[in-house]
């Protein structure tokens, strides 16, 4: 108790700053649907109902939306939702043409990468979890284009994030 107490303060410490302009930052994983929608409206179509039991829904929408003057113009939120609470929250930019746009928010309102993730060519991951929170920041290469990764989670919701289960929601 004392120690998610510790931990819930640690993360409003290094995200206050950003969580205002930054509203994504402010949800916790494990937070319940609908408390979730006050920040992500989209989440008031999901329905529990439509999931069978292990299945999770993954919602999708444009970060700018939800992260005021960050440039994250090119990028999309995924915001994934597992037994009615947020699982994970993931940012993704497939636009090889921009540059170390995660990246430098990222750098800016999280932990800095480094700056061997700051180089164009570069692929491969930077663990910057903290406490009870799992973050990933990757960079990866498909098809000779580099595409960069944000993915926010815990250890306990870890599993419904990814793989088949994961069913993408059309609002």
């Known amino acids: 108790m004392v120690k998610n107490f510790f931990l819930k303060i640690l ?6 700053s950003s969580s205002f302009a930054c509203p994504l930052l402010s949800v916790d994983i494990g ?6 929608q006050n920040t992500f409206e989209f989440l008031m179509l999901y329905k529990s109902e439509l999931f069978e039991k292990g299945h999770s829904a993954k919602y999708q ?3 700018a939306d939800y992260c005021e003057n960050s440039n ?4 999309d939120l995924e915001v994934i939702i597992y037994d009615s609470k947020v699982a994970g929250i993931n940012l993704i930019s497939t636009d090889s043409e921009i540059k170390n746009e995660i990246y430098n928010f990222v750098k800016n309102n999280i932990s800095d990468p480094g700056s061997e993730a700051e180089k164009e060519n570069w692929v491969g991951y930077k663990d910057l ?17 580099i595409f ?3 993915e926010i989670t ?9 793989g088949e289960e994961v069913i993408e929601v059309m609002g």
């Open 11 to 16: 993360f409003l410490i290094f995200f206050s």
């Open 61 to 63: 929408a444009y970060a």
């Open 72 to 75: 994250l113009e090119n990028t």
């Open 148 to 150: 960069e990764i944000l």
């Open 31 to 36: 937070t319940p649907v609908r408390d979730a």
């Open 129 to 145: 979890s903290l406490g009870n929170l799992v973050i990933m920041y990757s960079k990866i290469n498909i098809r000779d284009e």
């Open 154 to 162: 815990n250890p306990q919701m870890m599993d419904y994030t990814t």
